[in-house]
């Protein structure tokens, strides 16, 4: 008998694996996706490796192997161990990530009425139970979750207990796999009948036109004609006649979704570096050459525009040379096309996409053609640092302070960044880490020689046409504060100050781009009684609601929740309800205001999302055919349009409030990309801050674009406060429809939490709360939440056991 330890889909969320036998015969390898029978169920679980032992004296059998070939890979699996220890996950749940689409099959459970039960008059029961009793009656075996869709989530409790009861069946059946291969017939002539079909064609003259056009095509056409288009064009009949007389011969074979297919990327060959990219590609190369080479993470801090995609090019050259693949990560899935084009056009045909904006076959069909290995390079947003690559030498990470890098609704919670530097310790690749504000704790690294660190401190200007540098030392743009508050007191209620204002007339006048940055949507922040003073708010959040001129309808931006705008106040009756705060709706109206003949693009998180429409946003800036672009966050990142002459924030303050540590150091990095978007082309690029908090450090060394400064003073802050990276942080955060329940179970457990500090006397363990999370409720449920901070929280964290239903985030980006 042979033996395997196993990682197993249990719902008691393990991080340990269970030993199972399986008999002569069956081959089990690591990495193998298998069923394997978990108490009364059969559940997925992942080979994860073979023993000659078993941990417990007495082992089921591994039922099947779902699929033939081992998915991940030893390397892979050691990741997956790693991530479940170090984020407080299952292990399948970590390994899960790896899988391909559609490779995680949940289980579905059914309730129906017991048959035991047929007179449930007189027995006592809730008005919900009454309900999911009349809802069952007569339907036999119902799916949970289209109970819970029509009653609600309240109902699961109630589905529960009737089961207890026994006045319901409860049965759990695995689900089929949901995704495929597509496959498509294709008809082409048969082997030998060429001769046949051509004779026929000259005697038939005039009998059987359509059979004779399809046999022509078919003679003519060098590919094989699919078989649904035949019909359509031809018809059914001509095509069985053909079959019949043996001369069309059917196949059945595999479409691969591809979701470049269809785009032309005009080769490009590489442009000569500056000395100071030379200089940072040579390095890099050269640890890709030496596997003795230590540090093996390279850090860039260059100024937007300075030209670190051109380094990531090189490097990746290199990479390839060396018959190895490569990943490139970026912040956000608009970002990719813009990325896709760059490395399509340098490495053709090599380059797979995979993030959650393609179709779920397209995903399908790019994961197993990166397992195979037909791509050197893997182009994607955060989960694509679990693509398949084999033979990994490189792996880049672009804007890598970008908190889109770390998972923070669902479980495992990693940092890309943290499992990217696992897959190059593991695998020997060298990580690439750029940015022009990189996160403080990684330039912290960096200066401890912990990273390899390189600054490229001048700005590149290269030609359109061909990519070639014309300045290697080009201007940053110049950036001005306007203080809002002295517009205010000169009358000037407009949204635009009269310096962004005339700085827009200019720019329009002279034929360029702007783009106009407000990191909020919507036309009006909030609605506000003028009498009492009553905020509208979501019934759901603790937040306001958010009024959307487009759709005329108060809109909550965490729960989606809409409601019709009202002009009386709902506490003091009167009708005195007006707006406060913009967004970028109002921002768009205003500029459509002033200038009517002038293209206006918005783009944020309320416009059509997907690749496609990302692309046709962006190709109608790029083209001139718009010539103001008007956005959230989303604009501020890695996009290059020469054009822009003039960046307008229309406010800088937005976050700047938040009870969170990282406020500063999020606004120093969003207004210094968004700064970095001016000026890239021929002309001198131009930037305007409007804030009300024209002293704040972050405000001002963004309009300076000095990193090292903002660092300096940064840093400061985080050593008065032992805030990371003096520290590590560790957030438990618990919620719930009852808000006093919650507050409840979070002083149990701080209670608990300082009792065994005490006894373990970890005193340089800060716990700190509980106290409400911000914002306080989300989706109707309470929030309360826990931080622990110290040199290593993580012991007192392992020395108590966490209840079930509280979220463990380890190293957050963000307390909010």
């Known amino acids: 008998m042979s033996y395997a330890e196993v990682a197993v889909d249990a719902p008691t969320g393990s991080n340990r694996t269970f030993s199972y036998s399986y008999v002569e015969g069956m081959e089990i390898l690591p990495g193998h996706l298998v069923r394997v029978p978990f108490g009364a169920r059969k559940l997925q679980g992942i080979v994860v490796r073979l023993v000659a032992v078993p941990g417990v004296p007495e082992t089921r059998d591994i039922d ?85 869709r029509l009653l609600g989530e309240r109902v699961r409790p109630s589905l529960s207990a009737l089961a207890k009861r026994g006045f319901l069946d409860r049965s759990t059946k695995a689900a089929g796999r949901n995704l495929s291969p597509k496959y498509r017939e294709v008809a082409s002539l048969s082997p030998g009948s060429e001769a046949s079909v051509r004779d026929w064609l000259t005697l038939s003259t005039g009998r059987a036109p359509r059979q004779a056009a399809l046999a022509a095509k078919l003679l003519e056409s060098k590919a094989p004609l699919v078989l649904a288009e035949a019909r359509k064009e031809y018809g059914a009949g001509p095509v069985k006649a053909l079959s019949e007389r043996g001369w069309l011969v059917k196949e059945r074979v595999a479409v691969d979704r591809d979701p470049l297919e269809g785009r032309v990327f005009p080769p490009s060959l590489p442009v000569k570096l500056t000395g100071g990219q030379e200089r940072v590609a040579r390095d890099i190369c050269e640890t890709l050459g030496d596997p003795s080479a230590m540090p093996r993470t390279h850090l860039i801090q260059g100024v937007t525009g300075s030209g670190k995609t051109e380094v990531y090019l090189a490097a990746v050259e290199r990479c390839l040379s060396m018959g190895k693949k490569a990943i490139v990560l970026v912040p956000e899935i608009a970002l990719t096309y813009q990325t896709i084009e760059r490395f399509a056009s340098r490495f053709p045909g090599q380059v797979a996409v995979l993030h959650s904006g393609l179709s779920r076959g397209e995903r399908y069909d790019q994961w197993w053609r990166v397992w195979r290995g ?55 690749a060298v990580l690439v880490l750029g940015s022009a504000s990189p996160d403080v ?112 309808r108060l809109l909550c ?49 309320d416009v059509p999302a997907g690749p496609k429409a990302y692309e046709e946003y962006l190709g109608k800036f790029r083209s001139g055919e718009a010539r103001i672009l008007v956005g959230t966050q989303m604009i501020a990142k890695g996009l290059h349009f020469p054009r822009v002459t003039l960046v307008g924030v229309v406010s800088a303050d937005v976050g700047l409030n938040i009870p969170d540590y990282r406020v500063g150091e999020r606004a120093f990095q969003i207004l210094c990309q968004v700064a970095g978007r001016a000026g890239r082309g021929d002309e001198k690029g131009r930037v305007i801050f409007q804030t009300y908090q024209p002293e704040n450090y972050a405000v001002r060394a963004a309009a300076l674009q000095d990193y090292q400064s903002f660092y300096r003073e940064e840093m400061a802050y985080r050593l008065e406060q032992a805030n990371p990276p003096y520290s590590k942080l560790i957030r438990l955060l618990f919620s719930h429809t009852n808000g006093a329940y919650c507050e409840q179970q979070a002083n149990k457990l701080a209670g608990i939490l300082h009792d065994e500090r005490d006894a373990w006397g970890l005193s340089d363990v800060d716990i700190l709360g509980p106290t409400p999370a911000y914002p306080t409720r989300l989706r109707g449920r309470y929030r309360w939440h826990i931080i622990l901070r110290g040199p290593d929280p993580r012991i007192l964290l392992d020395s108590v056991t966490v209840p079930a239903r509280w979220v463990v985030d380890i190293d957050p980006v963000s307390l909010t």
Request: hydrophobic share 35%.
């Open 64 to 148: 099947s192997v779902l699929i033939p070939e081992p998915l991940l890979s030893e390397i892979q699996i050691e990741v997956a161990e790693w991530l479940s220890r170090y984020y407080s996950c299952s292990l399948f749940e970590a390994a899960a990530q790896m899988l391909p689409p559609g490779g995680r099959l949940r289980s579905r459970t059914f309730f129906a009425i017991s048959p035991k039960q047929d007179n449930i008059d007189g027995v006592q029961l809730t008005e919900l139970q009454q309900r999911v009793m009349e809802f069952l009656n007569g339907k036999g075996e119902v799916d949970q979750e289209r109970v819970v």
């Open 374 to 428: 037909d791509y050197g390079v893997v182009i994607g947003s955060r989960s694509a640092i679990f693509a398949p690559q084999r033979d990994l030498g490189l792996i880049v990470i672009d804007e890598e302070h970008e908190w889109t890098y770390k998972q923070h609704d669902a479980s495992p919670r990693y940092h890309a960044r943290e499992v990217a530097a696992h897959f190059a310790e593991l695998s020997g």
């Open 441 to 552: 704790d990684s330039y912290f690294r960096g200066l401890k020689k912990e990273y390899r660190l390189h600054l490229l401190p001048d700005r590149v200007a290269a030609n359109e046409s061909d990519g070639r540098v014309r300045d290697a030392n080009a201007p940053l743009a110049d950036v001005k504060i306007v203080d809002m508050r002295q517009e205010l007191r000169s009358g000037n209620r407009d949204m635009f100050s009269r310096e962004l204002a005339s700085a827009m007339d200019d720019c329009i006048n002279a034929g360029g781009q702007m783009m106009l940055f407000l990191n909020r949507r919507g036309s009006s922040s909030h609605m506000q009684c003028r009498s009492c003073g009553y905020s509208l708010r979501c019934t759901r959040c603790d937040v306001p609601l958010t009024y959307h001129g487009s759709t005329n």
């Open 557 to 605: 931006h965490y729960c989606g929740l809409r409601r019709r705008l009202t002009e009386q106040c709902p506490s003091c009756l009167n009708y005195r309800m007006s707006m406060y705060g913009i967004g970028t709706q109002a921002v768009v109206e205003e500029v459509e205001a002033r200038y009517p003949d002038v293209g206006v693009v918005r783009w944020d998180r």
